[in-house]
């Protein structure tokens, strides 16, 4: 005789619909928080650069020099946002493509 104490509860699992759109978008997001937390990492170290730069400026320093190296500071900005905006743009596509 079976004991009814015994008896299995048959629950069932059922993934609710914002943890499967979570899942879903989860790589995408990942990428993008990275790639955010990249460009800040570069942002602040370029201000460093420039608030630098604007020292030398007020003690001074040569003024063709300081000129140089803000072209190179402007190029420098250039370049990690070129490079940040390739990087955004590839890492959603191939996170769309890769889907399908």
Do not use: K
């Given at each position: 005789?079976?004991?009814?104490?015994?008896?299995?509860?048959?629950?069932?699992?059922?993934?609710?619909?914002?943890?499967?759109?979570?899942?879903?978008?989860?790589?995408?997001?990942?990428?993008?928080?990275?790639?955010?937390?990249?460009?800040?990492?570069?942002?602040?170290?370029l201000t460093v650069v420039y608030l630098a730069l604007g020292m030398l400026?007020?003690?001074?320093?040569?003024?063709?020099?300081?000129?140089?190296?803000?072209?190179?500071?402007?190029?420098?900005?250039?370049?990690?946002?070129?490079?940040?905006?390739?990087?955004?743009v590839l890492r959603v596509l191939l996170h769309t493509i890769s889907k399908?």
């Open positions: 005789m079976a004991n009814p104490a015994r008896r299995t509860v048959q629950t069932t699992t059922q993934v609710s619909f914002w943890r499967r759109r979570w899942e879903n978008i989860e790589p995408a997001v990942s990428a993008l928080v990275e790639d955010g937390l990249l460009l800040l990492i570069f942002v602040v170290v400026a007020g003690l001074g320093y040569d003024p063709r020099r300081i000129e140089m190296f803000e072209t190179i500071h402007y190029w420098a900005y250039l370049a990690v946002f070129g490079l940040f905006m390739l990087d955004l399908r």
